[in-house]
Antibody
Framework: EVRLVESGGGLVQPGGSLRLSCAASGFTFHNYWMNWVRQAPGKGLEWVANMNQDGSDKYYVDSLKGRFTISRDNAKSTLYLQVSSLRVEDTAVYYC??????????WGQGTLVTVSS | QTVVTQEPSLSVSPGGTVTLTCGLSSGSVSTSHYCSWHQQTPGQAPRSLIYRTNIRSSGVPDRFSGSILGNKAALTITGAQADDECDYYCVLQMSSGIWVFGGGTKVTVL
């Protein structure tokens, strides 16, 4: 069974940083692209970033480039998102999703990041 | 800046048919955008319904179908059921490699 479990969210002050993690199981992690998608409270989904199988190729939504960094550790079957210089508007549930055949085929349950003073 | 458009809300009668669309603020949606559709009930993670425009994900009932209608991608629900009442999002892959979600459509079954 494919499982994606996000962690690392929490309450952080504006300007702060967090590292989000997504632990994968039930599939061969290093064979897949992986994605981060976020959803602000009461709002729609926003694709954030993705990374290819060996980490050599990455894409980001333009508005977040420079503040967010995606990475992965294939030995640990874990995807990461380093989020820095956080703003109130970054408050959201952050989901990881597996990429396969131009699809986000499995999603985790998400981790909530709240940016507030 | 690319904007992906969806109807904010649609309603359908039980057993009826409803079509949701996914367009671009500039240009047409084609199969090269690899449109996928995702369903989300309140408080839950999204679930993949359709990918590559018209392929149903594993376990998705055949009352859900995807297509290209004119210059937009479309998701059609045929024989709507009460538990189809939720939010639906399309996402397109752009030529730059990034993905862009539409704003979502809230479907009401009444």
């Amino acid at each position: 069974e494919v499982r994606l479990v996000e962690s690392g969210g929490g309450l952080v002050q504006p300007g702060g940083s967090l590292r989000l993690s997504c632990a994968a199981s039930g599939f061969t992690f290093h064979n897949y692209w992986m994605n981060w998608v976020r959803q602000a409270p009461g709002k729609g989904l926003e694709w954030v970033a993705n990374m290819n199988q060996d980490g050599s190729d990455k894409y980001y939504v333009d508005s977040l480039k420079g503040r967010f960094t995606i990475s992965r550790d294939n030995a640990k079957s874990t995807l990461y998102l380093q989020v820095s210089s956080l703003r109130v508007e970054d408050t959201a549930v952050y989901y990881c999703a597996r990429g396969f055949d131009y699809n986000l085929d499995y999603w985790g349950q998400g981790t909530l990041v709240t940016v507030s003073s | 800046q690319t904007v992906v458009t969806q109807e904010p809300s649609l309603s359908v009668s039980p057993g009826g048919t409803v079509t949701l669309t996914c367009g671009l603020s500039s240009g047409s949606v084609s199969t090269s955008h690899y449109c996928s559709w995702h369903q989300q009930t309140p408080g839950q993670a999204p679930r993949s319904l359709i990918y590559r425009t018209n392929i149903r994900s594993s376990g998705v009932p055949d009352r859900f179908s995807g297509s290209i209608l004119g210059n937009k991608a479309a998701l059609t629900i045929t024989g709507a059921q009460a538990d189809d009442e939720c939010d639906y999002y399309c996402v397109l892959q752009m030529s730059s490699g990034i993905w862009v979600f539409g704003g979502g459509t809230k479907v009401t079954v009444l």
